[in-house]
T-cell receptor
Framework: GAGVSQTPSNKVTEKGKYVELRCDPI?????LYWYRQSLGQGPEFLIY????????DSGLPNDRFFAVRPEGSVSTLKIQRTERGDSAVYLC?????????????FGAGTRLSVL | AQKITQTQPGMFVQEKEAVTLDCTYD???????LFWYKQPSSGEMIFLIY??????QNATEGRYSLNFQKARKSANLVISASQLGDSAMYFCAMREGENFNKFYFGSGTKLNVKP
């Protein structure tokens, strides 16, 4: 079956612009996660959705970052007034949710470059 | 304190040999899950193996096994019979508690398999 799909795969923008990154999870997965991976580092948690609601947004670095999942499937990560420090790969993952193993399956990421 | 520590930035292994990638973790929660992911140059994080904190036996998945030493808080990944296609970044991750879903990732180990 189809895996987690992220679009675009690459995004180049100018400092100060607004960007949207899209994530289409595996069908039937109720949980969705966003992570940010800077060069040479492991992914860092940003936000987690269970269904339509953000169950944990403790990883969002500041109020320029916002994410939505209005229908409990596709999610959009929105970054306002982008800064050069926002340049990174943004990874999305989905899982069945709930307790236990709850393996997260990742997309290939969106590489964001802020010039 | 770091939740996940991977002390080997890079490792080399000869094709067909076994290799161990180190991971230590830090948590006071009795319930947690440990995961290993592979990230090839394409960027997608591929799930390899899972170990639950209450699992009595070490996890195995094909050529991958997890050397789980609870008292030492270590969860090393062992890859047997290395193949050229195993060359990639490898990340150890932890999920704390039954109801918390975000992952903490280590900084990764770059594995190079030599022919």
């Amino acid at each position: 079956g189809a895996g987690v799909s992220q679009t675009p795969s690459n995004k180049v923008t100018e400092k100060g612009k607004y960007v949207e990154l899209r994530c289409d999870p595996i069908s039937g997965h109720t949980a969705l996660y966003w992570y940010r991976q800077s060069l040479g580092q492991g992914p860092e948690f940003l936000i987690y959705f269970q269904g339509t609601g953000a169950a944990d947004d403790s990883g969002l670095p500041n109020d320029r970052f916002f994410a939505v999942r209005p229908e409990g499937s596709v999610s959009t990560l929105k970054i306002q007034r982008t800064e050069r420090g926002d340049s990174a790969v943004y990874l999305c993952a989905s899982s069945l949710g709930g307790q236990g193993k709850n393996i997260q399956y990742f997309g290939a990421g969106t590489r964001l470059s802020v010039l | 304190a770091q939740k996940i520590t991977q002390t080997q930035p890079g490792m080399f292994v000869q094709e067909k040999e076994a290799v161990t990638l180190d991971c230590t973790y830090d948590t006071s929660d009795p319930s947690y899950g440990l995961f290993w992911y592979k990230q090839p140059s394409s960027g997608e994080m591929i799930f390899l193996i899972y170990q639950g904190s209450y699992d009595q036996q070490n996890a195995t998945e094909g050529r991958y096994s997890l050397n789980f030493q609870k008292a030492r808080k270590s969860a090393n990944l062992v890859i047997s019979a290395s193949q050229l296609g195993d060359s990639a970044m490898y990340f150890c991750a932890m999920r704390e508690g039954e109801n918390f879903n975000k992952f903490y990732f280590g900084s990764g180990t770059k594995l190079n398999v030599k022919p």
